[in-house]
Structures are given as structure tokens and as C-alpha cells.
């Protein structure tokens, strides 16, 4: 799969470990399915502009600072 | 459909035609069709993150300011 999804999956996981959620917990709060979240953090979906900001609402962060955080390791 | 959407469609368009591409041109560079591209502008549907990906590079902007461009409007 696409490189930016790795990067993206890899972001999540971290802040979703920071902020002590599980990936159920996650998928809850975003409105989207469990496995759904696993497959994203393993990379193997690309996420809609529409959820990833219900995602990184969950998280309590911006879709601008999760951007920046992928982009600057492209 | 999602304020997002429409939001990022705008900002698509914006800088489409701030680079003087036409949407044909556009869809050329980001390796998608002309028709998506006309639904992404008028916010029908929301792009993949690896899709918007390729679009701001066909811009020539990077995900970030766009994602901060979109998200302050919000």
C-alpha cells in the first residue's frame, strides 16, 4: 500500500496510544468501525478527508498538525 | 454533503486555477479523472488522503497548508 497510508497509520496508533484510547474506543468516538481503525493504522486504507477529521477530532488534534506530522516524513 | 468537502473543493479550485490549469489538466497530473475532479470542486465527494495527496502535488502546494487552509474555515 501507498507510503503516506504507513505514515498516516503509524500517526494514529501514536496518538491514540497517547491519549490512552483503544482502537475500539477510537472507532466509537470517530463513528466508524473497529476494524476499520486496525486496517487504517496497519496502512492498508486510505482514509476519506471526511473521516479523517472525524478521527482526528476523536484524538483531540487538528487535521493540520496530522497532516504535517505525515508530509515532513515523505 | 460534509462542510469539508465543500470547503476543500473550493480551495481546490482556487489554487486549479490559480496555477492556470483546467480541471482536464488537473485530472491529467493527479492521475485521476476528469469527472472526480469536477465533483471534488463542487464538495460531492471527499478525496482519499493518498488522492489528495496527488492533487496538491499537481498544485504544487503541500498537504499541510492545504489541510490548514481548509480547517481554519471550519
Known sequence: ???????????????????????EELAEKAAIHRT??????????????FTLLQIAHALNITLTALMEEVEKKL
Chains 1, 2 share one sequence.
Open 36 to 49: 476499520y481503525v486496525s486496517q487504517l493504522e496497519r496502512g492498508l486504507k486510505s482514509p476519506t478527508v
Open 1 to 23: 500500500m501507498e507510503h503516506i497510508n504507513r505514515l498516516l497509520g503509524n500517526a494514529i496508533a501514536k496518538h491514540r496510544k497517547n491519549i490512552g484510547f483503544s482502537q
